[in-house]
T-cell receptor, first 113, second 115 residues
Framework: DAGVTQSPTHLIKTRGQQVTLRCSPKSGHDTVSWYQQALGQGPQFIFQYYEEEERQRGNFPDRFSGHQFPNYSSELNVNALLLGDSALYLC????????????FGDGTRLSIL | AQSVTQPDIHITVSEGASLELRCNYSYGATPYLFWYVQSPGQGLQLLLKYFSGDTLVQGIKGFEAEFKRSQSSFNLRKPSVHWSDAAEYFCAVGARSSNTGKLIFGQGTTLQVKP
């Protein structure tokens, strides 16, 4: 039973570029949440997708956008990258309306030069 | 404002010693409560969770946590630490209205284990 998988593992970009990160949820899960974890900090909630719609959003600018596909996988897009966007981006999946916690992937390490 | 505070940024214990990691939260109502562990270069692994019922919850790897409503605390404990427990530990809270809603994390506590 595959858990949450994220790709790529590492990514290096320069300021002003855009990036797309991908996430496949754990088998049986239908909800995907994205978190940003800066070095030495706890994860910060970016947004959550369910039924292909953004359901909740944290305090992140519109440069951060996402998408969920019919197979429940998800993408996180970040435009006009800033140095401060350097972080570990974590994807978590869960089953809506269930009493089960979120399961996390190993993350994508994004470095901005 | 909703927040989670982990007062101890870094803790060092000897192998075999007991451990307690502190977590205090500020939330509008009693939330769902979680402890996650993160090894270097890895994602977050769930250690245990509190939804309702018995306020002392057991988790994986011999960890337990106690929910104290009066103190808004959810401290993590382990009676005897192993070298493999060295990692980053995060306390998190989530809304009871939907367990799939956003989680609010503390800053984390780094645990170092001395041989």
């Amino acid at each position: 039973d595959a858990g949450v998988t994220q790709s790529p593992t590492h990514l290096i970009k320069t300021r002003g570029q855009q990036v797309t990160l991908r996430c496949s949820p754990k088998s049986g899960h239908d909800t995907v949440s994205w978190y940003q974890q800066a070095l030495g900090q706890g994860p910060q909630f970016i947004f959550q997708y369910y039924e292909e719609e953004e359901r909740q959003r944290g305090n992140f600018p519109d440069r951060f956008s996402g998408h969920q596909f019919p197979n429940y996988s998800s993408e996180l897009n970040v435009n006009a990258l800033l140095l401060g966007d350097s972080a570990l981006y974590l994807c978590a999946s869960s089953l809506a309306l269930s009493n089960q916690p979120q399961h996390f992937g190993d993350g994508t390490r994004l470095s901005i030069l | 404002a909703q927040s989670v505070t982990q007062p101890d940024i870094h803790i060092t214990v000897s192998e075999g010693a007991s451990l307690e990691l502190r977590c205090n939260y500020s939330y509008g109502a009693t939330p769902y409560l979680f402890w996650y562990v993160q090894s270097p270069g890895q994602g977050l692994q769930l250690l245990l969770k509190y939804f309702s019922g018995d306020t002392l919850v057991q988790g994986i790897k011999g960890f337990e946590a106690e929910f104290k409503r009066s103190q808004s605390s959810f401290n993590l404990r382990k009676p005897s630490v192993h070298w493999s427990d060295a990692a980053e530990y995060f306390c998190a809270v989530g809304a009871r209205s939907s367990n799939t809603g956003k989680l609010i994390f503390g800053q984390g506590t780094t645990l170092q284990v001395k041989p």
